[in-house]
């Protein structure tokens, strides 16, 4: 509601000032620069709405005609450096080398000197003027653009899809402007709201000097210059001229901010069918309170969840009523294909679903606290959420270099996580950082307290992303394919501590994996998903041993066992087929396009999760017949 409000104001205000400034000789404005002396500082009057400057001369006026100096000066500034230094920046960041070496050294040299010093010489030499405060302004903006702009061409020069332009064999100009340009777009343009802002400032700074705008031209730094002799007779004098510098900065920044939403699809704001908008309603009707207090061990009881993800061709349910309960000391597997919408459950329950794209759209997660009161965490407000991270649900990452920060030590990092949720005497903190890295078996963590990740191997680094994760003595551990970045002996070790760790403080644990074989060594219960959906669940012993949906089967035919490479002649077998679109899901059974055993049956509908026994569910139509 604010950011709609203030975006309006800002488009507002803006188109104002410029069709003002535009239209300002055409309008029935009195003359800026005629002088009144009898006049002089008087007040607002019907023919001088702001009153009168020292020199007897209309305030309005001369705002209006001020901004036709000041925002000429700086938009076209920003405007020009924007062009120069977006080009520097891309072919600099994507050639490398020595046509780096010759784009970027040199502005480097005009980044060193501060921007004010450089342009009071450049004036100094050249004389004052706008035209040639334009072109100053215009040349010390550009390495700020050429550095925004280099700093994302390196970061995306080498992502898969310039890979595959390359591939195609585009030209680098064309990969320049129709690939890595659009993807630079959102920064570059948060650089121009800045610039502009920064330029305003500037011009009006050196015409306040008198090296800017030559009077009697008025511009808003001369008004500004004149009014501050005089501001203990006539504050207003100086107040106006400040208020529409600040008005006007302001609201570039806001339209540049809604600009780069606008162009940068993964920022761009969700928009849901009318449908969608229905469901969360219902959904979000007072659910949040306590709901009565739950009876057994239960931890976790999520029940229908459905999250919905904006593309750009419509939305998808990378979850699609997802109902599993995690109890305290208990181990649960969500295992599926990549894409099955096992990490969106997990990011559902801590609340870190990608930002503006996508949400909850329907279904409940209850977090029983330890005093057994269940807590609706689709509906506790991000603000109450923040107490629950860490301290209730900790979660632990695929790769724990990059959730570790580079640039801290591991104790510091620990220290962090320790005092995230209370405040404790410095000795305290860095002893109960010290017994978390004992807890996850690091070797000599005294010493480790002071290194960095970097000074780990991957293994470490993980127990080290486990005992911050634990800091905070969480009741329920996420952890999203902890083990895929690890060789297999690390693997084991560190299922070896979560299980060690399960055990010795009863923490519920929702192991997220694409791998059945180290399920097995893990889970109670395994969940296993496809295409967003729960289609089979049990315990583990059924999950191995009775699988009753077809895919499951599949799951566990592409596990490799060791008699399969000792014998020599079994074949791994995988799952014909691949995982279908989101945007185009068969209209069934999602997996009966990839399953052996589909008829007709399986086409006709969705079929339901049917309970096979107490403890499974399979969501297959033929299941009885196949088993
Ligand atoms: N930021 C995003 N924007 C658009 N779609 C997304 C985004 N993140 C995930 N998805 C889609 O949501 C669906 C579920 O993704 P999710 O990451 O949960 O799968 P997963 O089973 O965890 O797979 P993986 O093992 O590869 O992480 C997929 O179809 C994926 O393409």
């Avoid at 192991?511 to 893990?522: K, P």
Wanted: proline letters at 7%; charged letters at 20%.
């Amino acid at each position: 509601m604010l950011r709609n409000v203030t975006l309006v104001f800002a488009i507002g205000f803006l188109a104002a000032m410029v069709a003002l400034a535009v239209f300002a000789p055409l309008l029935p404005l009195p003359d800026p620069v005629k002088m009144d002396v009898i006049s002089r500082m008087a007040g607002p009057s019907w023919a001088h709405p702001f009153g009168q400057d020292e020199y007897g001369r209309d305030i309005f006026s001369r705002i209006i005609h001020g901004a036709r100096a000041s925002l000429a000066v700086s938009l076209t500034a920003a405007a020009l450096a924007g062009a120069a230094g977006v080009i520097v920046g891309l072919v600099g960041g994507y050639f490398q080398g020595w046509i780096e070496l010759a784009t970027m050294r040199p502005l480097d040299v005009i980044l060193s000197f501060p921007p004010m010093l450089l342009a009071l010489l450049a004036v100094a030499l050249l004389g004052p003027g706008a035209l040639t405060l334009t072109v100053i302004l215009s040349i010390l903006f550009i390495p700020a653009y050429a550095r925004v702009t280099y700093g994302e061409v390196l970061v995306v020069r080498n992502h898969e899809y310039v890979e595959a332009a390359r591939a195609l064999g585009h030209r680098p100009l064309r990969i320049l402007a129709r690939t890595i340009l659009p993807n630079v777009a959102g920064p570059v343009l948060v650089q121009f709201s800045l610039v502009v802002a920064s330029c305003i400032v500037l011009e009006s700074g050196l015409s306040f000097l008198g090296l800017g705008v030559v009077p009697p031209t008025p511009s808003w730094g001369l008004m500004i210059r004149g009014a501050r002799a005089y501001m203990h007779l006539d504050p207003m004098g100086i107040v106006w001229p400040c208020m529409a510098l600040v008005f006007t900065v302001f609201s570039v920044n806001r339209l540049c901010d809604h600009l780069r939403d606008v162009f940068d699809p993964k920022a761009r704001r969700v928009s849901f069918s009318p449908a969608s908008a229905i469901d969360e309603d219902d959904g979000a009707r007072g659910r949040e309170a306590a709901a009565g207090s739950a009876t057994d061990d239960m931890l976790l009881d999520i029940r229908n969840l459905t999250t919905e993800i904006a593309v750009p061709r419509g939305s998808i349910r990378a979850v699609d009523g997802v109902s599993l309960k995690v109890r305290r000391g208990e181990a649960v597997a969500l295992v599926g294909e990549s894409g099955s919408g096992k990490s969106m459950t997990g990011l559902a329950i801590m609340k870190l679903l990608p930002r503006r794209i996508s949400r909850i759209a329907r279904g409940s997660i209850d977090y029983v606290t330890a005093d057994r009161q269940r807590h609706d965490l689709a509906t506790v407000p991000l603000n109450r959420f923040r107490a629950y991270r860490g301290k209730e649900i900790g979660m632990v990452f695929q790769e724990p270099m990059a959730c570790l920060n580079p640039v801290y030590t591991i104790g510091y990092q620990l220290v962090e996580a320790v005092t995230a949720h209370a405040r404790l005497p410095k000795q305290e903190t860095w002893a109960r950082a010290l017994k978390a890295l004992k807890q996850v078996g690091i070797p000599d963590p005294e010493r480790r307290l002071h290194e960095y990740p970097h000074q780990l191997s991957g293994g470490m680094r993980q127990r080290v992303a486990i005992a911050i994760a634990l800091c905070g003595k969480p009741s329920l551990l996420i952890a999203d394919e902890p083990t895929t970045a690890l060789d297999v002996t690390v693997q084991a070790q560190i299922l070896d501590l979560l299980e060690q760790i399960r055990e010795a403080s009863r923490i519920g644990l929702i192991f997220i994996t694409h791998n059945l074989g180290v399920v097995a060594e893990i889970a109670d219960r395994v969940v296993v998903m496809y295409c967003g959906q729960v289609v089979e669940e049990g315990t583990a012993e059924e999950i191995f041993y009775t699988p009753r949906h077809p895919y499951t089967r599949g799951l566990l035919a592409s596990v490799p066992k060791v008699e399969d490479k000792t014998g020599g002649n079994k074949r791994l077998s995988s799952i014909p087929g691949a995982v279908p679109s989101p945007l185009a899901l068969p209209p069934g059974c999602r997996f009966a396009p990839r399953c052996a055993h589909a008829t007709d049956l399986c086409n006709a509908g969705v079929p339901a999760l049917e309970p096979v026994s107490d403890s499974q569910a399979a969501r297959c139509v033929r299941w009885r017949e196949l088993a």
